[in-house]
Structures are given as structure tokens and as C-alpha cells.
């Protein structure tokens, strides 16, 4: 019952997003953009992560 519950709290939250983007398009723009910036930190830390992993095994 449980997955069912995740599932169909899945589906309602695409279906909030899918009508908040059709409704106020601006709010499209706003997720690319923050979408946009997410990526570029998520890449800048996983660089760091994999230096600081580097010198680890480096010192090891």
C-alpha cells in the first residue's frame, strides 16, 4: 500500500506542477533558471568532491 501512496503522491505533485507552469508561465522561466544554476553548482561540487576523494587516497 505504501508504494501506491508514493506513487499516487507522485502523480499529484507532476499534476501541481504541470498546471503552475500553464497557468503562470513565469514561473517556467523561474525553475530553468534556478534549474540552470543548480547544475553549474552541482558540477562545481562534485569537482570538489573528487579532488578532496583524490588527496585522500593520495595520503593513504
Given at each position: 500500500m505504501?508504494?501506491?501512496v508514493?506513487?499516487?503522491?507522485?502523480?499529484?505533485l507532476?499534476a501541481?506542477?504541470?498546471?503552475?507552469?500553464?497557468v503562470?508561465?513565469s514561473w517556467g522561466q523561474?525553475?530553468?533558471?534556478?534549474?540552470?544554476?543548480?547544475?553549474?553548482w552541482?558540477?562545481?561540487?562534485i569537482?570538489?568532491?573528487?579532488v578532496?576523494l583524490?588527496l585522500?587516497?593520495?595520503?593513504d
Amino acid at each position: 500500500m505504501n508504494k501506491f501512496v508514493s506513487i499516487l503522491f507522485g502523480l499529484i505533485l507532476l499534476a501541481v506542477g504541470i498546471f503552475g507552469w500553464a497557468v503562470a508561465p513565469s514561473w517556467g522561466q523561474a525553475a530553468l533558471q534556478l534549474l540552470k544554476g543548480g547544475i553549474v553548482w552541482g558540477i562545481l561540487l562534485i569537482g570538489l568532491l573528487l579532488v578532496i576523494l583524490g588527496l585522500s587516497d593520495l595520503k593513504d
